[in-house]
């Protein structure tokens, strides 16, 4: 990865050290959406990817019911696991009853889970049935969803997925005012002191990163831009100069 780009926030390879910042307001990573790879050459093209050092793979999981779209379930989780134990796999749950699933997802080898708020009654037993699979916790909101709704539990949290188009379909162009949700969320966890990383998704591109970076966001999930136009590599490295450099 080029390096230069310098100031406060940093390019963060690993996962693990992502989600162990002291300080959450520096890191920055990319987390390909494998929505937009390659199918027929996954494991290809996931290898290429962690040659970028780029070792987060966002996997969009969808049921046709949740969203007006059917993704993937559990077994492309364990297709993936079987390609690299150092690949960090996110699953974002976009699906009704996700806690019926949850054990099906850790054992397949997700390292955390994303769940929608939505999609859920009690918000805060839906968490500790997440961290019981052993996983990390993230929730998810739509475009349209108040802050408020999660705004109780952010101390319960490791991540935050603000989805800046409506989920359920890859491509969409980023809807501007969902930038005001990462900076309103930045702003409480700055003030509370609290550590949960920012995760966006949805229209992420060389000309939205540094905008989402600058609003306070870590980990920009991005699919299009990463595995369509160019390579793996360049498409990463690209991405995340746009976005430190915006956002500085």
């Not at 990865?1 to 992502?18: E, G, I, L, Q």
């Not at 309103?184 to 060389?206: S, T, Y």
């Not at 369509?228 to 590599?233: F, H, K, L, P």
Request: with cysteine; aromatic share 6%.
């Amino acid at each position: 990865m080029s390096a230069r780009v310098t100031d406060s926030r940093r390019f963060v390879a690993s996962p693990a050290k992502a989600f162990g910042s002291n300080f959450a307001d520096r890191v920055v990573a990319v987390a390909p959406s494998i929505l937009s790879a390659d199918f027929a050459n996954l494991g290809r093209e996931l290898r290429r990817m962690m040659r970028a050092r780029c070792y987060w793979a966002h996997a969009d999981v969808m049921d046709g019911h949740f969203v007006p779209n059917i993704t993937f379930g559990p077994p492309m989780v364990r297709c993936m696991r079987g390609v690299s134990s150092r690949l960090f796999i996110d699953a974002h749950l976009m699906i009704e009853e996700p806690l019926k699933f949850l054990d099906a997802f850790a054992e397949a080898g997700a390292d955390s889970i994303t769940i929608h708020a939505e999609a859920v009654d009690n918000l805060s037993r839906a968490f500790a049935a997440v961290r019981r699979a052993q996983v990390h916790v993230g929730v998810s909101v739509r475009p349209r969803t108040p802050l408020r709704l999660i705004e109780d539990v952010l101390d319960q949290l490791d991540l935050v997925l603000v989805m800046t188009v409506e989920p359920g379909f890859g491509g969409q162009e980023m809807l501007p005012n969902t930038v005001n949700k990462v900076r309103q969320l930045a702003a409480r966890r700055e003030r509370d002191k609290l550590k949960f990383l920012i995760q966006v998704d949805g229209g992420i591109n060389v000309k939205t990163a540094g905008l989402v970076v600058a609003a306070g966001a870590n980990v920009l999930v991005a699919g299009t831009s990463v595995f369509q136009g160019g390579t793996i590599a360049e498409n990463i490295d690209k991405l995340m100069q746009a976005a430190l450099k915006m956002g500085a």
